[in-house]
């Protein structure tokens, strides 16, 4: 019963910004570290972006300096925001966290996934 949600995909233009959302609900007694991946057609997933609790974050060398992730505690909440889009961020974000459920368990959870196409 955890979910985890995903919006603010769309399609901009090359050099656009645009800033997705995850939000975690369900049984939840805390989140640990979360994520930002995309996957591309024809591609494998790809790590984007990581967030500790803590604040401490990770990001991959194709995205430094663009993308900014960050995290609301109190409400569950990550957020990614993507400026100086390219054509080559196009894919579909998908967002991980790992939740501890009421039964003291961490499981790692997948959102469904908001598309972004960056056009030339």
């Known amino acids: 019963q955890v979910q985890l949600v995903e919006s603010g995909g769309g399609l901009v233009q090359a050099g656009g910004r645009l800033r997705l959302s995850c939000v975690v609900s369900?049984?939840?007694?805390?989140?640990?570290?979360m994520g930002w991946y995309r996957q591309a057609p024809g591609e494998q997933r790809e790590l984007v972006a990581t967030?500790?609790?803590?604040?401490?974050?990770n990001y991959a060398d194709s995205v430094k300096g663009r993308f900014t992730i960050s995290r609301d505690n109190a409400k569950n909440t990550m957020y990614l925001q993507m400026n100086s889009l390219k054509p080559e961020d196009t894919a579909v974000y998908y967002c991980?966290?790992?939740?501890?459920?009421?039964?003291?368990?961490?499981?790692?959870?997948w959102g469904q996934g908001t598309q972004v196409t960056v056009s030339s």
């Open positions: 991980n966290a790992e939740v501890v459920t009421p039964a003291w368990i961490a499981f790692p959870y």
């Open positions: 369900g049984s939840i007694l805390s989140v640990n570290d």
């Open positions: 967030i500790t609790s803590g604040g401490s974050t």
